[in-house]
């Protein structure tokens, strides 16, 4: 049995995950696809909840990752499990609030779903529409809530995070992408992540070679290697590689969103995976100040710490 200090301290990472994902997006989401000379042109150097951009965003307000990741971890914390249903409607709700930003994928999905298409086939539709790959990072941004749901069950864990993914991305790369983010969520709480990331990467070495040879590649990667794209791995790669070289949450997410290309879903990913590492605690006050829906994300945060940290559970 953990000891109560070791409890209060996983619950603050659990906490920290969620706050820091929402973080990192409003951090983030004001230079959109911006390059990394427009952000400097523009901004100099991001280190403060500005606001703006192309959403024309208040500061410390957020987008579809923090928006997403809520409806997957409230169904989670009220059901006490995945339903893929329940998601998915939830999903479909939040689509029709005309949210500032809805991913292609992720629109194609819904519409088909709204349309009569049954839950478990609208991935599939989509998919087909686009007509082509769809390993995008969508579904990788809103995932942390399954690994923390799921801390304890490490199958649970991986299936799961690979269902809710295909959810809205049929492609299979995004789902083994999702299961191995939630175990490196899972080993940042616990506080060896760096260690376990060759684990993790023989883990999946037989479900996909991609995501495992990306794993083992970013423990010698060098920055000019990175990129902040909207492909699946090109996120998490750089979120991964941010936080283990970084020395504080503050280093990682600055020093991923201003990379720009996609830097509200590599400031999402790189703000969990950070605030895993370093908890609520570790993450700036004047950031936490005017982040939006603050007091939301940690009381999900709380109910889900409830649930994965239950005896017996």
């Known amino acids: 049995m953990p000891g109560h200090d070791e409890t209060l301290i996983t619950r603050d990472r659990f906490r920290g995950a969620l ?16 390059t990394t000379a427009q952000i400097v042109e523009k901004y100099g150097f991001i280190s403060e909840m500005t606001g703006g951009g192309i959403y024309g965003l208040a ?4 987008v579809d990752a923090t928006e997403m990741t809520l409806c997957l971890a409230e169904s989670l914390a009220d059901i006490g499990s995945f339903d893929p249903e329940d998601v998915i409607e939830r999903y479909r709700l939040w689509f029709e609030s005309q949210p500032h930003h809805v991913s292609l994928t992720v629109r194609a999905t819904l519409l088909s779903y709204r349309a009569g298409t049954h839950w478990d086939l609208a991935s599939r539709r ?36 690979h269902r809710e993914s295909t959810l809205t991305h049929f492609d299979r790369l995004a789902g083994w992408s999702c299961a191995a983010f939630n175990d490196l969520l899972t080993a940042a709480i616990h506080g060896d992540l760096r260690e376990q ?16 040879t990306m794993l083992t ?14 492909f699946v791995l090109d996120t998490m790669q750089t979120a991964l590689w941010t936080v283990l070289h970084a ?24 703000g969990a995976l950070a605030g895993a590492v370093y908890g609520e605690a570790g993450i700036a006050p004047r950031w936490l100040a005017p982040l939006q829906g603050r007091e939301r994300i940690a009381a999900v945060a709380e109910r889900l710490a409830d649930l994965a940290l239950a005896p017996g559970d």
């Open 19 to 34: 706050l820091g994902l929402a973080v990192g997006e409003a951090l983030g989401a004001p230079a959109e696809f911006l």
């Open 59 to 62: 500061p410390g307000e957020t």
């Open 126 to 161: 989509a998919f087909e529409i686009l007509g082509r790959p769809t390993a995008g990072n969508g579904s990788l941004i809103r995932c942390a809530p399954i690994g923390l749901r799921n801390y304890a069950d490490a199958e649970m864990r991986q299936e799961l995070s």
């Open 197 to 212: 990331v060759p684990v993790i990467a023989a883990a999946l070495d037989e479900e996909d070679k991609r995501v495992s």
């Open 217 to 230: 590649d970013t423990l010698v990667a060098e920055p000019e290697e990175l990129r902040s794209s909207s």
């Open 247 to 270: 020395t504080t949450f503050e280093h990682a997410v600055c020093a991923a969103v201003n990379r720009g290309g996609d830097t509200s879903a590599i400031g999402a990913v790189t």
